[in-house]
């Protein structure tokens, strides 16, 4: 079974609205991490947001927040105010564990494409 | 945060030869990631290098096709070995640092084999 399922291929947004990319996990752990990566065209890993399995509130960066739903096993990932250089694709991570030295397992991604 | 850098960035090579990508970073780290990204494709996991231990590989990975090397705390390499046009993949090395919560990634190597 699949640890990480982004349900989403691709998705598009306007410039300037917001979009949620959508993460759903699997895990008997009571300690994990869920993360999200962009990867744009370049191919690099770009980190932008974590959240522990532990964290009561949800996890905001400026644009980023993640929304947190433990017990439906959902991390999904929103972005406010879509810029152009927000299109590329989006990685929803875990790992399992709580040490920085455990392996991720990423999702399949979505590609997402903001529009003018 | 962590400064990781990886040679070559790109390469394009003829099937059945080998390459051997490096992977350096600037702090001491216990653990080393090797990730495969097939074109089009997720990341997946190849193995983890832990300094002065055998790399351990995940299942569909074997040590005679992508030998590891893990000489320090600060550097390792992968080597794709009898290469085909399959292994046309980016390649790339990740890393956890204490007090962070991410695992930090090379840029990648772009490997295309003809």
């Known amino acids: 079974a699949q640890k990480i399922t982004q349900t989403q291929p691709g998705m598009f947004v306007q410039e300037k609205e917001a979009v949620t990319l959508d993460c759903t996990y699997d895990t008997s752990d009571q300690s994990y991490g869920l993360f999200w990566y962009k990867q744009p065209s370049s191919g690099e890993m770009i980190f932008l947001i974590y959240?522990?399995?532990?964290?009561?509130q949800n996890a905001t960066e400026g644009r980023y927040s993640l929304n947190f739903q433990k017990a439906r096993k959902s991390a999904n990932l929103v972005i406010s105010a879509s810029q152009l250089g927000d299109s590329a694709m989006y990685f929803c991570a875990m790992r399992e564990g709580r040490s920085s030295n455990y392996k991720l397992t990423f999702g399949k991604g979505t590609l997402l494409t903001v529009n003018p | 945060s962590a400064v990781i850098s990886q040679k070559p960035s790109r390469d394009i090579c003829q099937r059945g030869t080998s390459l051997t990508i490096q992977c350096q970073v600037d702090?001491?780290?216990?653990?080393m990631f090797w990730y495969r990204q097939q074109p089009g494709q997720s990341l997946t996991l190849i193995a983890t290098a832990n300094q002065g231990s055998e790399a351990t590989y995940e299942s569909g990975f074997v040590i005679d096709k992508f030998p590891i090397s893990r000489p320090n705390l600060t550097f390792s390499t992968l080597t794709v070995s009898n290469m085909s046009p399959e292994d046309s993949s980016i390649y790339l090395c990740?890393?956890?640092?204490?007090?962070?919560?991410?695992?930090?990634f090379g840029p990648g190597t772009r490997l295309t084999v003809l």
């Open positions: 702090s001491q780290v216990t653990m």
């Open positions: 959240q522990g399995s532990y964290d009561e």
């Open positions: 990740s890393m956890g640092l204490a007090g962070y919560n991410e695992q930090f």
